[in-house]
């Protein structure tokens, strides 16, 4: 929904279906639940921008 789908990249860093679509979801649910390998390689990396900033951004934070 909304920016999800820009985000998340079906099968590389998760997983889509079609909202509200219930079946959808638990056919997700279950080949996660199923394939431990899946989840492993699905595991969240920030985005290199993010990861990039991240000393300036906690510098920021520790200041306060």
């Known amino acids: 929904l909304g ?3 820009e985000v998340v990249q079906h099968e590389r860093n998760g997983l ?3 909202a509200g ?3 959808a979801l638990r056919a997700a649910i279950e080949r996660l639940a199923g394939d431990p390998s899946l989840v492993a390689r699905l595991l969240p990396t920030p985005p290199s921008s ?3 900033s991240y000393p300036t951004v906690r510098a920021l934070y ?3």
């Open 62 to 64: 520790c200041e306060r």
């Open 16 to 18: 889509l279906f079609r």
């Open 3 to 5: 920016g999800l789908a």
């Open 50 to 52: 993010i990861a990039a």
């Open 21 to 23: 679509d219930p079946s």
